[in-house]
């Protein structure tokens, strides 16, 4: 029990200076928060198949869209895929076609959302500067990145893990602008998250802001 205690402290003590050391600067917590999220999502991110249904079907949609240029209409095999709008497709497109577009690998359509996850952790640090301070901005930014979930869906070309960045850019400029600290460009990063979310899938984020714009006024 002693040895665990021990242990346990060392750990803490370690934390402490770690988030010591990324408060000191701006630039550091984001460092620090990047490379944790990378080295979280790279496991198993090239060498993994396809291993969701749902992946299977996004990634065969948006080789159909490269296939036949039309990068409006969905299409699934005969089907039309008019489930979720077209933003997740563009942006597999985006990275497929550099990779050999229809041919490219898995990975190149995993990419968004590995790039999706890491900028959601960075955006969660960003988000906790404007209300709880640089040390705890980061943790926060190491907590989001080592979540479960995202982890997960960071190797998975899917919508969530690009969904979750749209929401997180939009909550961090409302945290922002509670707090008096939007900047010049607050609003400009705020309706592109808002307009990509739609695009994305549809309401969801825009709900989640205007509950969270609600709860604050009341």
């Not at 749902?54 to 039309?70: H, L, P």
């Not at 997740?88 to 790039?115: D, K, N, V």
Request: no cysteine.
């Amino acid at each position: 029990m002693a040895r665990i205690d021990s242990l346990i402290g060392g750990l803490g003590v370690g934390l402490d200076r770690v988030l010591d050391w990324a408060g000191g600067a701006a630039w550091r917590g984001y460092l620090l928060v990047s490379l944790i999220a990378i080295a979280v999502a790279l496991p198993g991110f090239v060498t993994l198949p396809v291993t969701d249904r749902d992946e299977a079907r996004f990634v065969q949609a948006t080789k159909q869209m490269m296939q036949s240029g039309d990068y409006i209409d969905i299409r699934f095999q005969d089907e039309p895929r008019w489930k979720k709008p077209v933003g997740i497709y563009w942006l597999q497109a985006a990275t497929a076609l550099p990779a050999g577009g229809p041919e490219a690998p898995i990975w190149a359509y995993r990419l968004p959302s590995m790039l999706a996850a890491i900028l959601a952790a960075l955006a969660t640090v960003w988000a906790g500067r404007a209300i709880l301070g640089a040390r705890a901005s980061v943790l926060g930014g190491m907590l989001m990145a080592t979540t479960l979930l995202l982890a997960a869906e960071a190797t998975i070309a899917k919508t969530d893990a690009s969904l979750t960045l749209t929401a997180v850019l939009v909550m961090a400029v409302l945290f922002r602008l509670m707090t008096g600290q939007t900047g010049r460009y607050d609003w400009i990063v705020f309706w592109l998250a808002i307009a990509g979310s739609i695009l994305l899938k549809g309401p969801i984020v825009p709900v989640i802001a205007l509950l969270a714009i609600a709860a604050a006024w009341i």
